[in-house]
């Protein structure tokens, strides 16, 4: 049906060839059902969680993945979003009854572009519960929270969601879909990743992998002596060096603080994360993160996050570090995610390859949506505007 807009009222229907032998009235009474099917009204009441709501939330959590994830516990969830190290979130949940049926954290993060410093909002961890899906509770819960990201002085709300959650983002019409985050891959072992079960699946992944490229030898690494280092904390230099990194690649990131960085790898529980900074003399020059995970039937090897004062050398150096630790615990492939050209030509230079997403067995969206809060320099316009690593996800 088309509609016009009369110039002296409002919409019209200029579809009168055929008159209607339904009167108004009926009309009307089926319009308005139709908008009480299509829209129900909300039954529950959204509020901000308090930390005695984490066993009810504990337990939507469990009717929504049952056994799946047992890790997201309560030491998880103090850990996430009821910590006391500067990286806390809001937690709004929908209640009905008393009970939570639906929840969406949202874990607010100092950024920085450039040398300016601004606060962004992370949505993650979106849950309705089962029988109360397609209500329109997950919308309500990002209105609520879009509402509260602008009253926190957020300048911008992101997030990660899953091929379930993406198609309400695109629905709600205000979010940008900047894309899938790209990922870097290295074969360090070839006969690892050659073994029967694992091979053809591989093959897919990598799609026409030219091994011969990437085992093409790397260029020589001039500049000073690196040493690098395993630690459990990473030292209060390391502010100055994530600054420098920061105005380096010149993208909007998580401000990767000493803070930051030992809440998020040192502190997470039932976790095993590997750091080592790098130091030229006794100067601090970076750091990397590093885990791995055994899927397939091989050892995988990510790069979490990584942070170099020396640009493209220095990423390589803790590249290399990342490597050889991979190497000697028997791990055939890594993997690495990068937005910023300049942490791309650094694994580039280290011989990593970036097989199409679309092939990736697991895709990671972007989104992103600002609050219209002031002071953003301008607004991100694509994937290279921002500096996204697997560490910014909460799935590893
Ligand atoms: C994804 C999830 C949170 C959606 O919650 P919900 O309360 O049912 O969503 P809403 O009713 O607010 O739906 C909003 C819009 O999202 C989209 N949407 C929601 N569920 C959808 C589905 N199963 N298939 C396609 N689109 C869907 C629709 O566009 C919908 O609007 P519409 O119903 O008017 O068409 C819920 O399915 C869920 O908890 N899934 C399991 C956990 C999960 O994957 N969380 C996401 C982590 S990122």
Not at 23 to 30: A, D, P
Not at 243 to 257: E, H, K, V, W
Request: hydrophobic share 35%; net charge positive; aromatic share 10%.
């Amino acid at each position: 049906m088309s509609l016009r807009r009369c110039p002296t009222g409002p919409a019209t229907n200029t579809n009168r060839s055929r008159p209607s032998k339904v009167s108004w009235r009926v009309r009307r009474r089926r319009r308005n059902r139709q908008r009480e099917l299509s829209v129900p009204t909300p039954y529950w009441t959204n509020r901000l969680c308090l930390p005695e709501d984490t066993d009810a939330l504990l337990k939507l959590v469990r009717a929504v993945h049952g056994d799946q994830y047992q890790g997201l516990n309560r030491t998880y969830w103090q850990w996430r979003y009821l910590n006391d190290a500067g990286f806390r979130a809001d937690v709004f949940m929908a209640e009905y009854e008393g009970q939570p049926i639906g929840v969406l954290p949202m874990a607010i993060f100092p950024f920085v572009w450039g040398k300016e410093r601004l606060k962004g909002v992370m949505y993650t961890g979106l849950l309705t519960h089962p029988d109360h899906r397609r209500r329109g509770i997950f919308q309500s819960l990002i209105n609520s929270c879009n509402a509260r990201a602008a009253e926190l002085g957020a300048h911008f709300s992101m997030g990660m969601p899953n091929e379930a959650a993406l198609p309400g983002y695109f629905k709600f019409g205000d979010w940008t879909y900047v894309g899938l985050i790209p990922l870097y891959v290295k074969v360090l072992s070839v006969p690892a990743v050659l073994r029967p079960k694992t091979g053809r699946v591989l093959a897919g992944v990598l799609g026409a992998v030219p091994q011969l490229c990437l085992l093409r030898p790397r260029r020589a690494l001039g500049g000073p002596r690196v040493e690098c280092e395993l630690t459990q904390l990473v030292p209060a230099d390391l502010d100055e060096v994530a600054d420098q990194f920061a105005s380096a690649c010149g993208a909007l990131m998580i401000r990767r603080s000493a803070a930051y960085w030992n809440w998020r790898y040192s502190t997470r529980p039932e976790v095993s994360y590997r750091t080592f900074v790098a130091r030229q003399g006794s100067r601090v020059s970076g750091a990397v993160t590093i885990t791995t995970e055994r899927r397939r039937g091989i050892e995988i090897g990510a790069i979490l996050d990584l942070v170099s004062r020396d640009g493209v050398a220095g990423c390589r150096h803790l590249l290399r570090a990342a490597e050889q630790d991979l190497r000697a615990r028997g791990v055939g492939l890594v993997t690495c995610q990068a937005t910023t050209p300049l942490l791309q030509q650094a694994l580039r230079e280290e011989r990593y390859w970036r097989p199409s997403t679309k092939r990736l067995p697991k895709k990671f969206h972007y989104i992103c949506r600002p609050t219209g809060v002031t002071g953003l320099p301008r607004q991100p316009k694509d994937m290279a505007d921002w500096h996204l690593t697997f560490g910014d996800s909460d799935n590893i």
